[in-house]
């Protein structure tokens, strides 16, 4: 099973600051089953990143996604007061394996 | 419009079974590509995937979970029910229901595109 590993646990940052986040994967996985999602307090995660660099319907043009084999980034160019929210890293493997990273908060510094 | 709606008890004892219905509409599970997966967040902690069949009724476990775990679908109705047997207090959490979007078309997502907004359950005595 692929473990995906975020960096770092805690972001504090504050709104119109760039947020970079990391997801390692303990084995190459294909860039074209990496995905990211970003949760708000007391609401279902949304589909941010397919694909590892797609944006998905309605995402803004600051979430952009890129990376490969075992290391991936999500990156908010600036920060709007919304952004501040919990962000997961997926991975869809063979077998139909899907597994989740353990997740990033970016706070309000 | 796709929607999904989980349902199921709130509360369940230790050491007994726990069924939940996902009921979804917009989509049909028989179309080559769609899936339906189940997801559950303990409070506070990350998102730990469980299960997921797909259009062809192939049926894939969460390898440290899959011997308490079943999942089916009932086409006909759009739900997807997902059993999970001996319940322990650590299982607490909220259940999500997502549709995982393999379909092969102009735009390919292979993720989870659509999620319901979850259902708590509480494992006590």
């Known amino acids: 099973e692929i473990v995906l590993t975020q960096s770092p646990g805690t972001l504090s940052l504050s709104p119109g600051e760039r947020a970079t986040l990391s997801c390692r994967a303990s084995q190459s996985v294909s860039s074209s089953y990496l995905a990211w999602y970003q949760q708000k307090p007391g609401q279902a995660p949304r589909l941010l990143i397919y694909g590892a660099s797609s944006r998905a319907t309605g995402i803004p043009d600051r979430f952009s996604g890129s990376g490969s084999g075992t290391d991936f980034t999500l990156t908010i160019s600036r920060l709007e007061p919304e952004d501040f929210a919990v962000y997961y890293c997926?991975?869809?493997?063979?077998?139909?394996?899907?597994?989740f990273g353990g997740g990033t908060k970016v706070e309000i510094k | 419009q796709v929607t999904l709606r989980e349902s199921g008890p709130a509360l369940v004892k230790p050491t007994q079974t726990l069924t939940l219905t996902c009921t979804f509409s917009?989509?049909?599970?028989?179309?080559?590509?769609?899936?339906v997966s189940w997801i559950r967040q303990p409070p506070g902690k990350a998102l730990e995937w469980l299960a997921l069949i797909d259009w062809d009724d192939d049926k894939y476990y969460s390898t440290s979970l899959k011997t308490r775990l079943t999942i089916s679908k009932d086409t006909s109705k759009n739900q997807v029910v997902l059993t999970m047997t001996n319940m322990d207090p650590v299982d607490t959490a909220t259940y999500y229901c997502a549709r995982f979007n393999m379909v092969r078309g102009v735009i390919i997502v292979d993720a989870f595109d659509i999620w319901g907004q979850g259902t708590m359950v509480t494992v006590s005595s």
């Open positions: 917009g989509f049909s599970l028989s179309t080559s590509g769609m899936c």
């Open positions: 997926q991975q869809y493997g063979s077998s139909q394996a899907l597994t």
